[in-house]
C-alpha cells in the first residue's frame, strides 16, 4: 500500500478510536431449550406458498392452508421452526405460525443442532450469534465470523481484548489481527476446541477441513482438534457427506473416505456431495451422476443437475427445470426457472418469480395453483 495510503489510514484510526478500542467477544448464556417433537413433525409436512397479494404462508402436502398468508417471505420448517420475513427484518415461527424468534435480525439461517445462526449489520459491520428454539440469544451476535452447528460444533472466530493503533491499521488494510483467535464452541456457547489454523471449515460427520498457518494445502481435523488427514490437498477441500468428501488435486475433483485416500479419483470440473448414493459431477461442461465407486450411471448431458431426494433430483435442460428419475429418466418436464428437492413428496419449484409446489408426478398442488 502506498505510504500516503496508510499514513490516512493511521489518521482516520486515531480520530475514530485512539490508541485502543474494544474488540468483540463470545457473550453466551446457555439454554436447554429444545423444540417439541410435536413441532418438528408438524414441520416438516409444511411447506411456503406466496399468496396472489404477495405474501407467505404455509400449506400441508394435501394443499391445504396451515398458517395464513401474512409474512414478508419463508423458508422451509427445519427442527420445528421456519425462518420468515417481517417488516423487513427476519425472525422465525413455530408449526402454528406463532414467532418464537423475534424479527430483529438481518438473516436467521435454518435450525441444525438445536441452534440457528443468525446475523446483524452488513459488509464488514455483519456480526454473527445463535438462537434457541425458544427464541433466546445463545451467543449474542457479535462474532465476526461463525459456521452453522454441525456435529455439535461450531466454528467460530473471536477477537478479545483492546485493539491497538498497530492492530487498527493491520484491519483496515485488509491484513489480521493478532488478537483473532479461532475457535470451535458447543450449542451454549462454551469454547471446547482451541483450533490455531489459518482457516477451519464447518464440521460435519466428525471432521472439519482445515488450512494450517502459512499453509498452502487443505487437511481434515477431528472433533477433538487432531489432524486425521495431513494438509495434502490443494483444494477446495470440501465436507464430508456419505462418507465422503469433494477435495480438489491437480485442477480436478474427486472424493476421498476419513482416512484420506482417493476412493475416486480427482478427474471432474466439478462434483456435487453424495445423496442416495448418486451424485452430480460436470464432465465437458454437462452433467451426470455417479455412484460410490465412480461409475457414471447417468451421463452427462444437463446444463446443470442437483442431489437426489425420494428418487428424484432437479435437473436444468435447455433452460428450464425439470426432474429426473435414478436413471437419468425425465420424470417432470424441465418447465420452471427453479428447483428444489422433493419432501414428503412434494417440491417448491419457481415459475417467473412465484414458488409454486408439485408432486411426484409434476401436477401442481396448494391454493392459487
Known amino acids: 500500500m502506498p505510504a500516503f495510503r496508510i499514513a490516512l489510514a493511521v489518521l482516520s484510526l486515531a480520530f475514530v478510536g485512539g490508541c485502543a478500542s474494544p ?3 463470545l457473550s453466551a448464556r446457555p439454554s436447554d431449550a429444545v423444540a417439541s417433537a410435536e413441532d418438528v413433525a408438524r414441520g416438516a409436512e409444511l411447506f411456503p406458498f406466496r399468496a396472489s397479494d404477495g405474501t407467505w404462508g404455509f400449506v400441508t402436502a394435501d394443499g391445504e392452508v396451515a398458517v395464513p398468508a401474512q409474512f414478508d417471505g419463508a423458508s422451509e420448517f427445519h427442527e420445528g421452526r421456519a ?16 414467532i418464537v424468534v423475534e424479527p430483529v435480525y438481518d438473516e436467521v439461517l435454518a435450525f441444525a443442532d438445536g441452534r440457528a445462526r443468525v446475523r446483524v449489520g452488513t459488509g464488514r459491520d455483519r456480526r454473527y450469534g445463535f438462537v434457541a428454539p425458544d427464541g433466546q440469544e445463545v451467543v449474542a451476535p457479535t462474532l465476526p465470523e461463525a459456521t452453522v452447528f454441525r456435529s455439535g460444533l461450531s466454528v467460530v472466530r473471536l477477537r478479545e481484548g ?5 492492530q487498527k491499521i493491520l484491519i483496515q488494510i485488509g491484513g ?4 483473532d483467535r479461532t475457535v470451535a464452541i458447543d450449542p451454549n456457547g462454551r469454547v471446547v476446541l482451541e483450533l490455531p489454523h ?3 471449515k464447518v464440521f460435519s460427520e466428525g471432521l472439519a477441513a482445515f488450512r494450517p498457518e502459512k499453509g498452502r494445502r487443505w487437511g481434515y481435523l477431528t472433533r477433538e482438534g487432531e489432524v486425521a488427514i495431513e494438509p495434502q490437498f490443494e483444494g477446495p477441500a470440501l465436507a464430508f457427506t456419505g462418507g465422503l468428501a469433494r477435495v480438489g488435486q491437480g485442477g480436478e475433483i474427486g472424493y476421498v473416505n476419513p482416512t484420506g485416500d482417493f476412493v475416486i479419483e480427482p478427474q471432474f470440473e466439478a462434483a456435487g456431495p453424495f445423496s442416495e448414493g448418486l451424485a452430480a459431477v460436470r464432465v465437458d461442461g454437462q452433467w451426470g451422476y455417479i455412484d460410490s465407486t465412480g461409475v457414471m450411471v447417468v451421463e452427462p ?11 428424484l433430483a432437479a435437473v ?8 429426473v428419475d435414478t436413471e437419468g429418466g425425465v420424470v417432470i418436464e424441465p418447465a420452471y426457472r427453479s428447483a428444489r428437492p422433493f419432501r414428503h413428496g412434494l417440491a417448491v419449484v419457481f415459475r417467473g418469480g412465484r414458488p409454486l409446489l408439485v408432486d411426484s408426478a409434476g401436477d401442481l398442488v396448494g391454493p392459487d395453483r
Do not use: K, Q
Open 83 to 98: 425462518t420468515v420475513g417481517v417488516g423487513g427484518r427476519v425472525g422465525a415461527i413455530d408449526p402454528s405460525g406463532r
Open 316 to 323: 436444468r435442460l435447455g433452460g428450464a427445470w425439470g426432474y
Open 301 to 311: 448431458r444437463f446444463e446443470r443437475a442437483g442431489a437426489f431426494s425420494e428418487s
Open 162 to 166: 483492546r485493539l491497538t493503533l498497530v
Open 176 to 179: 489480521g489481527s493478532p488478537s
Open 23 to 25: 474488540l468483540v467477544t
Open 198 to 200: 489459518d482457516e477451519v
